[in-house]
């Protein structure tokens, strides 16, 4: 079992570019959870899909979007890129028997 | 609305030494609360869980923690650290469907 995985690990981005983050979950997982670590701090909550909806959703701006697919794979994707969304971007998958499983993470870094 | 205070940003301690890191939560429901470590360069590896049941819960590598309704702590203890456990420590709280809300994190740095 890969467990869940994140791609790319690492992404530079300019100013007011736009950057799609991938995340494969853990086998018999059919939820995926996204938070964002900024430097020194707790992860926080984005967003998270079920039966590929939007079940739950932090205090994000809409520039925050995402999507699940039939396989339970998931994408963020971040439009109008800001400095202040440089961080560690995590992936966590579960079910409705099962903590919350991690990725590696995104390091996303914007300039 | 739920949260968590770590009550430490940085813990310090020699190796064999007994550590502690505080963990406070808030919470208006029935709460699963969760530690999580972070080792440099690296996502979250869940370290325990308190679901129901008995207050105290172990992981494999040493670590215990104590579900203290009455205080609403969740504090994470181990006797002896060793310099392996240097990492970022994460005390998370969820009311359902696994969103979890994290506190800021304890730096625990055990030192030779």
């Known amino acids: 079992d890969a467990g869940v995985t994140q791609s790319p690990t690492h992404l530079i981005k300019t100013r007011g570019q736009q950057v799609t983050l991938r995340c494969s979950p853990k086998s018999g997982h059919d939820t995926v959870s996204w938070y964002q670590q900024a430097l020194g701090q707790g992860p926080q909550f984005i967003f998270q899909y079920y039966e590929e909806e939007e079940r739950q959703r932090g205090n994000f701006p809409d520039r925050f979007s995402g999507h699940q697919f039939p396989n339970y794979s998931s994408e963020l994707n971040v439009n109008a890129l800001l400095l202040g969304d440089s961080a560690l971007y995590l992936c966590a998958s579960s079910s409705s028997n099962t903590e919350a499983f991690f990725g590696q993470g995104t390091r996303l870094t914007v300039v | ?112």
């Open chain 2, 1 to 112: 609305a739920q949260s968590v205070t770590q009550l430490d940003s940085q813990v310090p301690v020699f190796e064999e030494a007994p550590v502690e890191l505080r963990c406070n939560y808030s919470s208006s429901v029935s709460v699963y609360l969760f530690w999580y470590v972070q080792y440099p360069n690296q996502g979250l590896q869940l370290l325990l869980k308190y679901l129901s049941g008995s207050t105290l819960v172990e992981s494999i590598n040493g670590f215990e923690a104590e579900f203290n309704k009455s205080q609403t702590s969740f504090h994470l203890r181990k006797p002896s650290v060793h310099i392996s456990d240097t990492a970022e420590y994460f005390c998370a709280v969820t009311g359902g469907y696994n969103k979890l809300i994290f506190g800021a994190g304890t730096r625990l740095a055990v030192h030779p």
